[in-house]
């Protein structure tokens, strides 16, 4: 399979790499660099997200960017509106351009993106069709994958090393409909029978703040993550967060804090940008470095408050400083807990996740699968053993009527479109 993906990259302009976790998708985009950049050719990578980006560089030990960042976005000269300075006038300068998390990217975004290839441009497009579709409008690499237009490799191979991880098998078992492997001895992936909400939440607060970092020596605050399918409702995002709060960054005599909307942010909290904001200006601590961009999902750590400049400081990837006047403060939101929506393009170390009841919507089977393959060590599930069981069996996607899929195939009936 990833020697046919190595293969049809090459052989064709456009071509989809589809898998779940553990079937080489990272292995075989690093071949393919290679062989392109081994034959001169200019390979450019580039995500949906900052923390998508982010990874992808730390896997192929090459830049990659957000495609905002690669399309350029900035003002028009005459107004406030956004725009991509990259298009069909002044296109991205490579050869080959390799898009990962393909399954976050909604048909906007790809059109803007498709725009500014050139002619002659190879474009490889990598990602999840498992996973949940994009947040914004349509479902571009599931519509193009069904299209069967577009010359499509599924790695559905697990590697041994891989077949170690319960994370990775279970994550094979929930798309499958099959039953999940739980609590295998000396294994990744636990779940814990609680029936209470208050009990759920006392177990999670217990994982989080005192069991998972005394026998694993994980870090509470930067290692452990935890993933709710809803905001609101007890075991709802707000709720969490305001709870794990007190045990994970209480209040302390000389620790700053101040009230905004209901919230309090603390020095020592855990923040997450939710949207993006391309003008944010950031500099290291010791100012030898600096740019601008805080993106939607980027996680931070508040640093400093300063009441009399009514300034909350925020620390992002351990090294990113950026400031935010207290009218910016709805920019952020805490994230102790998140949801799952909004860790996808994300990985971290442990995951642990409350199953509760929900709407029919949200006890999906993409969602538990897109919650379940965040997690690179261990996978902690606490609650109710029915509702696991019914996310497993609710294949129910929601629809997206792009017409897209439809549209591909008339392109190539009607031949305004060559293979």
Not at 40 to 48: F, G, H, S, T, Y
Not at 159 to 178: C, D, L, T, W
Request: hydrophobic residues 40%; proline residues 3%; aromatic residues 8%.
């Amino acid at each position: 399979n990833q020697i046919e993906a190595v293969k049809e990259a090459i052989n064709n302009g456009v071509t989809i790499i589809t898998g779940g976790p553990g079937t080489g998708k990272t292995t075989t985009i690093n071949t393919i660099i290679k062989i392109f950049e081994n034959n001169d050719q200019k390979v450019v990578l580039c995500a949906p997200t900052g923390r998508a980006a982010k990874r992808m560089s730390e896997t192929s030990n090459k830049e990659a960017k957000t495609i905002h960042r690669l399309l350029e976005m900035g003002f028009a000269t005459d107004s406030d509106e956004l725009i991509f300075f990259k298009d069909e006038e002044d296109p991205i300068d490579a050869d080959v351009i390799i898009l990962d998390e393909a399954s976050m990217v909604d048909i906007i975004l790809m059109y803007n993106l498709l725009k500014a290839v050139k002619l002659g441009t190879r474009l490889l497009l990598v990602g999840d069709s498992d996973q949940l579709p994009s947040v914004g409008a349509g479902n571009v690499l599931k519509d193009i994958i069904d299209s069967g237009v577009i010359k499509t490799v599924r790695l559905n191979e697990i590697f041994r090393q891989a077949r170690e991880s319960m994370i990775v098998v279970n994550a094979h078992k929930i798309n499958n409909g099959e039953p999940l492997f739980l609590n295998v001895k000396n294994k990744d992936f636990f779940f814990l029978r609680k029936n209470t909400n208050e009990e759920i939440i006392n177990e999670i607060i217990g994982l989080v703040s005192e069991r998972l970092p005394k026998f694993y020596k994980f870090d509470k605050l930067k290692d452990i993550q935890v993933l709710a399918s809803m905001r609101k409702g007890d075991l709802g995002v707000n709720n969490l967060n305001i709870e794990l709060q007190k045990y994970l960054n209480p209040p302390e005599k000389y620790k700053q804090e101040e009230q905004f909307a209901k919230r309090t942010f603390r020095v020592g909290d855990k923040v997450m940008q939710i949207r993006n904001n391309y003008t944010k200006k950031w500099e290291t601590e010791d100012k030898s470095d600096s740019g601008e961009g805080i993106y939607n999902g980027d996680i931070g750590y508040i640093f400093h408050i300063d009441k009399d400049k009514k300034t909350v400081y925020v620390l992002f990837d351990k090294v990113k400083l950026a400031s935010y006047k207290y009218d910016e403060l709805d920019e952020l939101d805490h994230s102790f807990c998140t949801t799952i929506h909004k860790s996808q393009g994300s990985e971290f170390p442990v995951v642990v996740i409350p199953i509760v009841w929900a709407p029919p919507m949200l006890l999906s089977r993409n969602l538990l699968y897109t919650a379940v393959t965040r997690a690179k060590k261990l996978v902690v599930l606490v609650g109710d053993v029915r509702y696991l069981e019914q996310m497993i069996k609710n294949n129910r996607i929601n629809d997206r009527y792009s017409n897209l899929s439809y549209k591909l195939n008339r392109f190539i009936k009607e031949g305004l479109l060559s293979k």
